[in-house]
């Protein structure tokens, strides 16, 4: 086996945990490299992210939450199998936390793990001139208020069908990974990650009635703003890739044909990061 790994340069801790794990998993024969942020943070060479992936059977996160985003991105949609360490406390998709690196090298040498497969979306960005521009995200695309204070009009459509014109802060479109995230803090259900749905979650609605909405992930999601006196919105995936959306252009929300293929060891599932995280009950 051969694994990448990509660690969070901004992460105290990141190099010591670097250290212990190339040496865990050197101990158990299992061949290591780096990506070129990691090469500058510890020494040698590295290799670009789509390049990482493609040589690897397996890449290794040292971050949190937020690097495994991250990671997704730089490595350009890979199919290759990710797992997550967080240096802290455990994640929703981090596999198990850097105290734990003897566990999960031996893990990974022994194969004792199974790999949990997640919807992506793919978002384009349509321009009023026809100008098109995609993204990739995991949790969620967010279109929402730009540089004013005020609630925004948008409306959103599923498959050519009006679903509803909002005055609020936003509108959130999340996968069930992502119904962790931003969706959640907004009032949004939490969802298995199985499940073959998106969520579509209003930010700070103006109507008590306007809830979260669960639909299929075969539906092909559309929002825009619905108004020319707002100015810009602000379109992110994943917290990230800012782009100002004009009063005429629009995006465009449907599953991605890739999924990433998240690393779960034995013992550990959502529900139990569900536990922890939220303070449930159980053992």
């Not at 194969?111 to 001139?129: I, N, P, Q």
């Not at 208020?145 to 599923?158: I, N």
């Not at 959306?245 to 929300?253: C, Q, Y």
């Amino acid at each position: 086996m051969k694994v990448g790994i990509i660690a969070n340069p901004n992460k105290p801790g990141a190099v010591r945990a670097y250290g212990r794990l190339v040496g865990a998993l050197g101990q158990r024969g299992i061949e290591s490299q780096v990506d070129r942020e990691t090469a500058a943070l510890v020494g040698g060479e590295g290799l670009p992210g789509p390049e990482l992936a493609q040589a690897s059977d397996l890449v290794v996160v040292l971050g949190g939450d937020g690097t495994m985003l991250h990671a997704v991105a730089t490595l350009g949609g890979t199919e290759t199998p990710m797992a997550g360490v967080n240096i802290g406390t455990l994640g929703f998709l981090t596999s198990c936390t850097d105290d734990e690196l003897e566990e999960f090298a031996e893990a990974l040498k022994n194969g004792s793990f199974h790999v949990s497969k997640r919807t992506m979306l793919a978002a384009t960005v349509v321009r009023s001139d026809g100008r098109t521009k995609e993204y990739l995200a995991l949790n969620e695309a967010v279109l929402a208020r730009g540089q004013t204070g005020r609630l925004v009009s948008m409306k959103a459509t599923v498959d050519g069908d009006l679903l509803n014109r909002y005055r609020a802060d936003g509108l959130i479109v999340a996968t069930p990974t992502g119904s962790t995230a931003y969706s959640l803090s907004a009032g949004g259900p939490l969802i298995s990650p199985a499940a073959d749905v998106f969520v579509i979650t209003p930010i700070c609605p103006h109507t008590l009635s306007q809830r979260s909405l669960v639909i299929d992930d075969t539906t092909e999601i559309e929002l825009a703003p619905d108004g020319l006196e707002e100015g810009a919105l602000l379109f992110t995936v994943d917290g990230r890739d800012c782009d100002e959306i004009g009063a005429l252009d629009r995006v465009k929300i449907r599953k991605d044909a890739r999924s990433l293929n998240l690393v779960r060891l034995e013992g550990r599932s959502f529900y139990g990061a569900l536990r922890q995280k939220l303070n449930w009950r159980g053992g």
